[in-house]
């Protein structure tokens, strides 16, 4: 399953919402799919798994939504912190496959 | 907590074999919950899922490169392996462990999952 991440980029502000966008060319089964968020020189780290479940300490402002091959990340409202790249990865179907990313540039 | 870190040489040379562990520490490696991933990013790149290993061996690999890796695991030093044989420069790029969960369905099998947390990641340069 190859997974189409958009925009690639953009530039936005602290305190704006904004909504990241991932499409799948085949429909993900029993919704399995993930986001995560990678900080320059960092490790990525999760955020969302089973479409909309937040892992451990991820804080509420992160929301995933979606269904069959359209898939979405929200954040509420940004703080300086978010400003990162963020993947989807697919894992309802083998090989487990990954988007090419956002980057969110304040 | 949970923490994994992987090892091994920085710089390998063309059609040569690459090799790298994940120490494991604050959860054991033969936890029945876990699988244990490789994930490799090239400089600039996105993310491409390599392999997953169970404690018993059981391995899933991604068939771009299955021809080419092989995951190993040791429980007595809480510790997997990853080697990829015959590298180009294509190769090079930063190489992270994680932990992975897993699910088992009448349906479907073994459904290897997201992946978290992940090692800080080690650079890995093909080159003569």
Known sequence: IVLTQSPGALSLSPGERVTLSCRASQTI???????????????PRLLIY???????????RFSGSGSGTDFSLT????????????FCQNYGSSPITFGQGTQLEI | QVQLQESGPGLVKPSETLSLTCTVSGDSIRSTSHYWGWIR???????????????????????????????SVDPSENQFSLTLDSVTATDTAVYYCARQTWTFSNIFGVTV????????????????
């Open chain 1, 50 to 60: 089973g479409v909309s479940t937040r892992a451990t300490g991820v804080p509420d």
């Open chain 1, 29 to 43: 089964s029993s919704n399995y799919l993930a986001w995560y968020q990678q900080k320059r020189g960092q490790a």
């Open chain 2, 113 to 128: 999952e997201w992946f978290d947390p992940w090692g800080h990641g080690t650079l890995v340069t093909v080159s003569s």
């Open chain 2, 41 to 71: 990013q090239p400089p600039g790149k996105g993310l491409e899922w390599i392999a997953s290993i169970y404690h018993s061996g059981t391995t899933y690999y991604n068939p771009s490169l299955a021809d080419r890796v092989t995951l």
């Open chain 1, 75 to 86: 954040i509420s409202r940004l703080e300086p912190e978010d400003f990162a790249v963020y």
